[in-house]
């Protein structure tokens, strides 16, 4: 798996401002949106909700959602969030977030879906200024 797509996703959840990436990681990001989004049927709503700064919402395909995404960088496997894995390649500008992240750990839900959901969710709930979904 490619190296940067990990990267392309934990800076996608929490930078000040996607326009901070380079071309070929906005690439990325984008790509994997419109794969898990196809996949899932999410409302794409939901997810500029969510950037315009509404808490994340408890809907079963936007949890799908997150679970694409964090599956497909290699952030989740198996219904485990690899949160040292998200945490070593935080930019140094982000590292701050890091002891939050560790603290969530894996948020255990009832299947893998809400699993991400809730994961995230503890996420964004310590660093809501610096939250975005891709």
């Known amino acids: 798996m490619d190296t940067k797509l990990p990267l392309c996703v934990v ?15 906005a690439e990325l990001a984008k790509m994997l949106r419109d794969n898990c989004v196809e996949e899932t049927g999410v ?7 969510v950037n315009a700064g509404a808490d994340l919402m408890p809907d079963g395909k936007l949890k799908c959602y997150i679970k694409c995404v964090m599956e497909t960088a ?3 496997s198996g219904g485990e969030v690899d949160v040292e894995a998200v945490v070593a390649v935080l930019p140094e500008e ?3 977030h890091a002891d939050t992240m560790r603290g969530c750990g894996t948020q ?7 699993t991400a959901f809730k994961t995230q969710a503890c996420w ?3 660093s809501k200024s610096d939250y975005i979904l891709i």
Request: hydrophobic share 40%; charged share 25%.
């Open 74 to 76: 290699g952030m989740m």
């Open 124 to 126: 964004q709930q310590g």
């Open 43 to 49: 409302d794409v709503g939901l997810i500029d909700k």
């Open 11 to 25: 800076i996608s959840c929490f930078i000040h401002a996607v326009l901070g990436m380079d071309p070929e990681m």
């Open 94 to 96: 982000l590292q701050k």
């Open 108 to 114: 255990k839900g009832a299947d893998d879906c809400d």
